[in-house]
């Protein structure tokens, strides 16, 4: 678990005040300055929450010390996997109203009810999504026209990969051990997304939703 002089280093890498961590991880200044006294036992929700927003800003930490990562590539693993996706693209967000997120070869059939929480958390941040799904997949949660039914022969369900920012997320298994393979790389994301826009226009408009969760 992070401590309270690792916080303190981290800010400083950053160059971030108190108020500054504050605002990024969504909470009060008073829990930032608890969490940076020593001996001070915070909750492990809200020391993972700063780890989380640390850990996005491209640090990384070790036994009593943090520095600055090198995170071309990184992959997260487990059950829970997509939903530390999602978490990785909220917290690198937050402060960019109006950015999208991009669900290339998406189904909303396996979101578990973290996954829609966490959906609906950003939704409300102010960032947008579209996807491109099977065609005749009518599991469709969120407002339909961001969805598009791709075409029978682009569809691949082991081709499933989210783009953010500079992120391009590919998904390597959803069998046992799920795991998503994480790329940072401006060009990389910028590619991705036009492949995602070409295929999105030449794409069909769903017709109807028959999912029983709208948000």
């Known amino acids: 678990m992070i401590t309270a002089k690792q916080i303190r280093a981290a800010r400083a890498l950053l160059g971030w005040s108190q108020q500054d961590l504050a605002d990024a991880v969504n909470l ?3 829990t930032i300055v ?3 006294k020593t001996g001070h036992q915070s909750r492990p929700e809200t020391l993972g929450q700063i780890t989380g927003v640390f850990e996005d800003r491209g640090l990384e930490f ?3 010390g943090v520095r600055e990562r090198d995170d071309l590539f990184s992959i997260i693993e487990g059950e829970d996997c997509a939903l530390k996706l999602l978490d990785k693209a909220h917290n690198l967000l937050r402060d960019k109203r109006g950015e999208e997120i991009l669900y290339y070869g998406a189904s909303q059939e396996r979101s578990s009810n973290e996954i829609i929480k966490k959906s609906i958390e950003i939704k409300e941040a ?3 999504s579209r996807f491109l799904i099977k065609s005749n997949d009518t599991n469709i949660m969120e407002d339909i026209i961001q969805y598009r039914w791709m075409p029978d022969k682009l569809w691949l369900d082991s081709d499933a990969k ?3 920012g500079d992120i391009v997320a590919y998904v390597i298994t959803w069998q046992v051990n799920p795991k998503i393979l994480i790329l940072k790389d401006k060009r990389l994301a910028d590619a991705e997304r036009k492949i995602f826009n070409f295929v999105w226009d030449i794409s069909a408009k769903p017709t109807h939703s028959s ?3 709208r948000y």
């Open 62 to 64: 070790m036994v009593g």
């Open 162 to 164: 989210t783009i953010f």
């Open 34 to 36: 608890d969490a940076e």
């Open 28 to 30: 009060s200044k008073p």
């Open 211 to 213: 999912s029983k969760i």
């Open 126 to 128: 102010g960032l947008t």
